[in-house]
């Protein structure tokens, strides 16, 4: 890892481009091969992640957890606290917790790369433990509003000012309306974690593109969406509700190999995609100043609106500070 001559600030950190805001991620699960969701994850390997996110001119990242057993990701939460307190920089890199799971949909397809066993229906009681786990640091939630007990739960934390977003989900139009009606959001990387083969009309990407109350969040990488319908999906919404994440994992911003995603080992070959053992996407190995390139590319924007929708735009939509990395 290491940064562009014109790119190193005074800190020896690498700066954005003329001094704009750096990039925020909110669903990033590891980074220049390390996995968050391992229980053996160090603090020197999250230093090492973290340097090398900010020389792809990242400052600041939701970690995020994919489903596992409760009191798994509760004790994560935990060891990962522990590290942000021991350190200033794992402070400033980490300004929340996504948690994806466990709470989405355990059907094949809608599943993804989640582990479907350990999905359930939504729990206050449950999110709470975590909650207390995470010193309050969970920031965003993606859930399948199809269990029974979701509009209550996405109630409680909108409440709390956590973030709900709708994904791994085969909720009907129903299921949605009850959704936006109790705060959800976002729209987690829409268009995937669905099966291949769904009814042309009646189908959840269609249900969810559609409702201009939900920012649809989009993986630019031109795998997950082909370049042509990432073009229009974002077309299909209005004006600002798009936002755009890498959904990176262990292999990106490293080379092609074998990488984990939690229990499961994720292959990375030289065409870039990381696969889980069924042969799905299992993340992404995009690093976001690439992203930036790629929707400024794909979607025909100039360039400092691409930055913008990764830095100042999905910082807002998060309520996340945004500063220019300071530590040395
Ligand atoms: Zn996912």
Same mark, same amino acid.
């Given at each position: 890892?290491?940064?562009?001559?014109?790119?190193?600030?005074?800190?020896?950190?690498?700066?954005?481009?003329?001094?704009?805001?750096?990039?925020?991620d909110?669903?990033?699960?590891?980074?220049?091969?390390?996995?968050?969701?391992?229980?053996?994850?160090?603090?020197?390997?999250?230093?090492h992640a973290?340097?090398?996110?900010?020389?792809?001119?990242?400052g600041?990242?939701?970690?995020?957890?994919?489903?596992?057993?409760?009191?798994?990701?509760?004790?994560?939460?935990?060891?990962?606290?522990?590290?942000?307190?021991?350190?200033?920089?794992?402070?400033?890199?980490?300004?929340?917790?996504?948690l994806?799971?466990?709470?989405?949909?355990?059907?094949?397809?809608?599943?993804?790369?989640?582990?479907?066993?350990?999905?359930?229906?939504?729990?206050?009681?449950?999110?709470?433990?975590?909650?207390r786990a995470?010193?309050?640091?969970?920031?965003?939630?993606?859930?399948?509003?199809?269990?029974?007990?979701?509009?209550?739960?996405?109630t409680?934390?909108?409440?709390? %000012?956590?973030? =709900?977003?709708?994904?791994?989900?085969?909720?009907?139009?129903?299921d949605? $309306? &009850?959704?936006?009606? !109790? #705060? @959800?959001?976002?729209?987690?990387?829409?268009?995937?974690?669905?099966?291949l083969?769904?009814?042309?009309?009646?189908?959840?990407?269609?249900?969810?593109?559609?409702?201009d109350?939900?920012?649809?969040?989009?993986?630019?990488?031109?795998?997950?969406?082909?370049?042509?319908?990432? %073009?229009?999906? =974002?077309?299909?919404?209005?004006?600002?509700?798009?936002?755009?994440t890498? $959904? &990176?994992?262990?292999g !990106? #911003? @490293?080379?092609?190999?074998?990488?984990?995603?939690?229990?499961?080992?994720?292959?990375?070959?030289?065409?870039?995609?990381?696969?889980?053992?069924?042969?799905?996407?299992?993340?992404?190995?995009?690093?976001?100043?690439?992203?930036?390139?790629?929707?400024?590319?794909?979607?025909?924007l100039?360039?400092?609106?691409?930055?913008?929708?990764?830095?100042?735009?999905?910082?807002?939509?998060?309520?996340?500070?945004?500063? @220019?990395?300071?530590?040395?």
């Open positions: 890892m290491s940064c562009p001559e014109d790119s190193v600030g005074s800190a020896g950190l690498c700066a954005p481009p003329s001094n704009e805001p750096p990039l925020f909110f669903q990033v699960n590891g980074f220049a091969g390390v996995d968050f969701q391992r229980p053996d994850v160090s603090a020197p390997a999250l230093e973290a340097a090398a996110l900010r020389a792809h001119q990242v600041c990242i939701f970690v995020t957890f994919i489903t596992a057993p409760l009191e798994q990701l509760a004790q994560q939460l935990r060891r990962f606290e522990l590290f942000r307190e021991a350190s200033p920089s794992l402070s400033a890199m980490i300004a929340g917790y996504h994806e799971g466990p709470w989405l949909s355990p059907q094949p397809g809608y599943c993804g790369a989640h582990p479907p066993a350990h999905m359930h229906a939504p729990s206050i009681v449950e999110f709470e433990t975590l909650q995470a010193r309050g640091r969970i920031r965003l939630v993606t859930l399948a509003p199809e269990w029974a007990g979701s509009s209550e739960f996405i409680h934390l909108t409440a709390r %000012q956590v973030a =709900v977003s709708l994904g791994h989900t085969n909720a009907t139009e129903r949605i $309306d &009850a959704a936006i009606a !109790a #705060g @959800a959001r976002f729209c987690t990387h829409l268009g995937n974690a669905v099966p083969v769904l009814p042309r009309h009646d189908n959840v990407v269609q249900q969810l593109l559609s409702r109350e939900l920012i649809a969040c989009f993986i630019p990488d031109g795998l997950h969406l082909p370049r042509r319908v990432l %073009q229009n999906f =974002v077309r299909a919404k209005p004006p600002g509700r798009a936002l755009f890498t $959904d &990176a994992m262990a !990106a #911003g @490293a080379p092609a190999g074998n990488y984990t995603l939690g229990d499961l080992t994720v292959n990375v070959g030289a065409d870039g995609i990381a696969r889980n053992p069924g042969g799905g996407f299992a993340g992404s190995t995009l690093p976001p100043d690439d992203g930036v390139r790629r929707v400024a590319e794909y979607l025909a100039p360039p400092h609106e691409a930055r913008r929708l990764w830095s100042t735009t999905a910082a807002a939509a998060f309520g996340v500070t945004l500063s @220019a990395p300071s530590i040395s």
